[in-house]
């Protein structure tokens, strides 16, 4: 890990930011599924773009080579993009908790977690954005397949993403084996951006 290039007080106002931005997605998720979601605790780290899919190699992701992944990007002040990660069960699970039961055809199952991943990653990159009073847009979600799929995507991406600030957080069901991990990878001009307007929020707060 690499120390973040924020302040000690920036980087607990950017927690919290993150802890209210990850709580509205899962609250969405929530709506969207019907079902009780035990979220983590959100980590912050700075990692080189290039690490990125090791962080799809540790705990159930490691042996599991079924997953599927939504890519998301965003645009704005805050630029960057997220992914969400199911695991296969969860694929399966998603698939009857929508109403297209076990039996559901592939697209039917690709549909709906386009879906639900468009609604989590706005409300994951939204619930960041708007205490700053940042804009953001969104491109479609898209479909990036395979573990396989997503070395080659993150090994041919611009230099201009070699470095940025990963938010990493996992998602669970109760009563359900559905587990889903969502990380917004935000860049170095992002970060920028966001030391910036941290400061213009603290010194709002400390003038008021």
């Known amino acids: 890990m690499t120390a973040l290039p924020l302040s000690a007080e920036k ?8 802890n209210i931005g990850m709580g509205r997605a899962g609250a969405a998720l929530a709506k969207a599924l019907g079902a009780f979601v035990q979220l983590a605790v ?7 773009r290039q690490h990125v899919t090791t962080l799809l190699e540790h705990d159930s992701w490691a042996n599991n080579d079924g997953i599927e992944v939504v890519r998301q990007r965003f645009f704005g002040a805050l630029m960057g993009e997220s992914v969400m990660v199911f695991d296969s069960q ?24 386009l879906d639900l991943s468009n609604v989590v990653i706005g409300s994951c990159v939204n619930g960041i954005a708007e205490p700053l009073n940042e804009a953001v847009s969104f491109a ?10 997503v070395r080659k995507l993150v090994s041919r991406e611009p230099a201009a993403f070699s470095q940025g600030l990963v938010v990493n957080v996992d998602f669970r069901l109760e009563a359900r084996a559905f587990f889903s991990r969502v990380l917004v990878f935000l860049p ?6 966001i030391d910036l307007a941290i400061t213009q929020l603290l010194d709002g707060l400390a003038a008021s």
Do not use: M
């Open 140 to 149: 479609p979600p898209t479909r990036i397949g395979s573990r396989a799929e």
């Open 188 to 193: 170095e001009q992002s970060i920028t951006r």
């Open 90 to 113: 969860g694929q399966a699970e998603l698939s009857d908790l929508l109403g297209h039961g076990p039996d559901a055809k592939a697209d039917e199952r690709q549909e709906a977690i």
């Open 42 to 48: 959100p980590a912050l780290d700075i990692i080189d």
């Open 11 to 18: 980087l607990d106002a950017l927690q919290e930011l993150v």
